[in-house]
């Protein structure tokens, strides 16, 4: 099955500053790769999201890019926020309804600093 | 409306109980989903409804139940759990059974004494 990997864990940035979390996954057969938010004793919510044909994609202060070759995806955060304060999740999956559903990575901590 | 309900947002239960968790959406979405999401882990997928009918189990032990009364409702049945099934348990929808796209309720937060 697919197996994601998350990095970093935690990720502590200036307000202002830019924030990058980076995903890798395993199964090439994987064409769908959406990212969610959680925050403290909050819903995970949908920020984004890529699919396999395109390489970036962009809303406002959030893209994400694309790397089928290598398998990795990642998440820009641009002039950071307090409530872009969270734990952030990317995911892989097969658009078409895979066995397995989405695969979620372990997440991703991110604080950001007044 | 573009919300997934789930009640109740609390839930304590003892190890001989029976209960269930509900989940409703109204934005006609033809596929709903179980996830159970640990402390400071992802969520897991427990169960897939497909146009009513289930289309993943994944290996869910027996105790967890679960039932899609019409297109809106979603059901989780619980019976006999162990300590450590307790965690928050989320349902999702969406569109198709696609998995794209998920809306996410808010959760019940089940803990089993």
């Known amino acids: 099955g697919e197996n994601v990997e998350q990095h970093p864990s935690t990720l502590s940035v200036q307000e202002g500053d830019s924030a990058v979390i980076k995903c890798t996954y395993s199964?090439?057969?994987?064409?769908?790769f959406p990212w969610y938010k959680q925050e403290l004793g909050k819903r995970p919510q949908l920020i984004i999201d890529?699919?396999?044909?395109?390489g970036e994609k962009k809303d406002q202060r959030i893209a994400v890019t694309l790397n089928k070759t290598a398998k990795h995806f990642s998440l820009h955060i641009t002039e950071t926020q307090p409530e872009d304060s969270a734990v952030y999740f990317c995911?892989?999956?097969?658009?078409?309804?895979?066995?397995?559903?989405?695969?979620f990575g372990k997440g991703t901590h991110l604080i950001i600093q007044p | 409306d573009t919300e997934v309900t789930q009640t109740p947002k609390h839930l304590v239960m003892g190890m001989t109980n029976k209960k269930s968790l509900k989940c409703e959406q109204h934005?006609?979405?033809?596929?709903m989903y179980w996830y159970k999401q640990k402390a400071k882990k992802p969520p897991e997928l427990m169960f897939v409804?497909?146009?009513?009918?289930?289309?993943i189990n994944e290996s869910v032990p027996s105790r967890f139940s679960p039932e899609c009364p019409n297109s809106s409702l979603l059901n989780l049945h619980l019976h006999a759990l162990q300590p450590e099934d307790s965690a928050l348990y989320l349902c999702?929808?969406?569109?198709?059974?696609?998995?794209?796209?998920?809306?996410f309720g808010s959760g019940t937060q089940l803990s089993v004494l």
């Open positions: 999702a929808s969406s569109q198709e059974r696609t998995d794209e796209k998920l809306f």
């Open positions: 199964d090439s057969a994987s064409n769908y």
């Open positions: 890529i699919r396999s044909n395109v």
């Open positions: 995911a892989a999956g097969n658009s078409g309804g895979g066995a397995d559903g989405l695969t």
């Open positions: 934005m006609g979405h033809r596929a």
């Open positions: 409804y497909s146009y009513e009918k289930l289309s």
